[in-house]
């Protein structure tokens, strides 16, 4: 239970994050996000957390667009489009793992000084 | 240690993501911060239904600007005075344009490299130095300094500057146009000078044909005979702009009749960049006397390189003095082509050679002084510093004499570094053509016309008129220097400034027309007037073909509608072809043909000479075509020193009044052939090539809209964002349709006293791939189909029919 409301609260603070600062916010969020609610499993949580977000608005966006520019630039990476929603969301998942990692690490450390 | 460990991990994977990697000299853009979809690349997939704010808020705004999107997404400006509206021009077409506006300043000005890095072998870095000593920004710094001199264009341009930077000062990286993300840069500021690069970026496509070193080489290898019968100045394929035999009533300027001297020398050069040959224009216009409903008619489609994001954008400009609707040229104000409630005008290109080189005399290998008349002059430096990413700069010095730069020397393209060239190109003057359009778009008659042309100096143009009072016209507009025969056909010797420039032709005395009695006007590039004209005219080409089928059709027509222009606009008879594919096929004897010879033999010999898209015969002539020239001209390929191919039409004269002239034997075989063997031979490579072509595509047919496959490329030529589209004609047929140049905007104006008109260019007006309005008029345009230009007089006129409505407000 605590992993999952981690994932969202994360997923929802990189939201809001984003809104208004540069993509590596994200990162923030997911430490936060691991600092705050460590789960056990903050890795994956940060990691599944920015994942499924960035998938989801990715395929939002692409969703409405009567063009093909996301299979345009799948081909100038020599990939398909679902390849570059993957690339996409894997890149996203791996800042938010590692950041949330961070978090949850800084927290135990701190604890050992108290 | 963990959480340092894990923190580093991060920090690094952040950085790692948050900047470009060159690998294998491809740049991948940021991978975090470009595929980040609240702010990357994805940000650029536009909804289907497009938003247009209601209302934007910009400083400096004397008044109130609205604008309404009409469903093509052009925008009509109803400002209520002159700043606010060029203000919002700039806003508005960066708002589509940026990215294309910047790149094309950065090439034209040199400075590709800063953003690109040298490229592969230099080349990107090469073309830099090009532009820079061919002295591109020494010709805007003078446009500018005249623009500076005229209060009213100075102060359109920093207008429009102003709005472009509004607009660039709103953005954020999530708003980024696409190619600045994959590219991982930003936009500079805009500004008045880059205005004038713009300018001289036309001036460069236009007006840089020349082929004085090529014809000097020529000369001394192959003697004044040669010349002569190779390279005239007037071919018999023209039907000249301007009959006016005898007409001629000035008296024209004479100037110092000393024989000018030539260099006698072979001019080592590389091979040098000459335009290419087969682009050109058509504009005509047709009195009331011919039209079904007796107003005049006028018509143009520019051909230039078609790309996307399109060469041209489409703007009706609104404001007290002003209501005009056509294509401006994005990064540059006013509007080029189009029409307003009282005239229309259209535009091709002049072809005159306005282009000198002069042989220098240095002082000694120092350079720093050069001779003229008997005196030593100083030589000027320019130092070219070019920025080059992820380098260090290239420095580059640039020598500068009274005659202009000297762009080829032992630091750059020479093959020799005895000798040295400077440059003389007009469009390294003073002048500000901007006026002209300022003029243009708030003319009421021809008188205004007139006026509005005398600001126009280069790139000499061809401008059509028509007037909703019944006038059509053409001028041929531009600062033409009086020449002695044969004068700017070769490089000349510098030392002596009689050898330059001494007088231009006055602006009256410039070729012209008002209402001739034949009820039209027109131009294609060719040759512009009758012998009787006073002045000796020369270029690197005349064309000779669109020219005389465009005025055979005019001629014999009558009660002429706009659907017939709409066709003629699209017409693909191969007058070309007509006049040369009968002799050639009496060279070939179909009894000793094999079988797919044959059947090529025999589709030619019942193809009706239409390049349409699905004529099999066109393949076979052009494939033909394309191997006959190559090896007619093998003498003229010598690698250091620069030649040049005579025309199509002069070659076509040849085969058939000179077959056997040295030049048709061909230097790869021991023979000795003539026109005759060559043409048997280039027939049975075409043929070779045809079915190669049909092999690989795994077509049973060649058919030439898939054979020719024009191609609408990406300015940076990013294949992705490009398309191919099955597309008629061919150079030297009205539908001036090539593999990748063509009619760039397609417009016919009915002079009605409520005017219509139609118009459609290969792409749309937004520059981002992500849009559906990227290419959405690319259909219409491969299809011969326009669309109606909405001419409004108030914001309401639309209602209904349009995509939204944005008001600009200062607080």
Known sequence: ?114 | MKFILSFVITISLIYALNRSWVIEGNRIPPLGKFLDPTQGFWQSAESSDVKIDDAIQLPGLKGKVTIVYDSLLIPHIFAENDDDLYLAQGYITAMHRLWQMEIQILSTSGRLSSILGPGKDSVLLNRDRNQRRLGLMFAAKNALKSIEQDSVTIKMLRQYTKGVNHYIHSLQYKHLPLEYKLMDYEPEDWSPLKCAILIKSMAQTLNMGDKDIQMTNVLHLFGADIVELLYPDNEPGADPIVDNAGGWSFSPVKIDSTPFALPNEIIKVAQLNTPDPTIGSNNWAVSGTKTASQAPILCNDPHLDIYLPSIWYAVQLHAPGINTIGVSLPGAPNVVIGFNDSIAWGITNAQRDLIDWYKITFNDESKSQYLLDSTWQVVKREIEKIEVRDHEPFYDTVLYTHWGPIPYDEHYNARSNKSNYAFRWVSHDESNEILTFYKLNRARNHEDYMKALNHFNAPAQNFAFASVSGDIAIRIQGKFPVRRKYEGKFALDGSRSTNGWQAFIPFEQNVMIKNPERGFISSANQYPADPTYPYYITATNFECYRNRRINDVLRNASEITIQDMMNLQNDNFNLKAYESLPLFLSHLDSTRLDTSQLNAFNILKSWDYFNNVDSKGAVYYEAWWDNLMPMIWDEMDRGDTALYIPTTFNTIKLIREHPELSFFDFKKTPEKETAHDLLKLAFELAVEDVEKWKEDQKQPTAEWGNYKDTYIHHLANLEPFSYHVLHGGNHDIINASGRIHGPSWRMIVSLERNIKAFGVYPGGQSGNPGSKYYNNMLDRWTHGQYYPLEFLHKPDDLAGKMLGVCTFNTQ
């Open chain 1, 1 to 114: 239970m605590k992993f999952i409301f981690q994932i969202l609260v994360i997923a929802l603070l990189a939201y809001l994050f984003e809104l208004v600062f540069p993509w590596w916010s994200i990162a923030l969020a997911a430490a936060i996000g691991g600092y705050w609610l460590r789960s056990g499993k903050s890795f994956l949580a940060g990691f599944l957390a920015i994942s499924i977000l960035w998938a989801f608005i990715a395929w939002r966006i692409d969703a409405n667009n009567p063009t093909h520019l996301t299979d345009q630039v799948a081909t100038l990476f020599h990939i398909n489009k679902s390849s570059l929603t993957g690339l996409t969301a894997l890149i996203g998942g791996l800042t938010g793992g590692f950041a949330a990692m961070t978090g949850a690490y800084l927290r135990k450390k701190k604890r050992r000084h108290y």
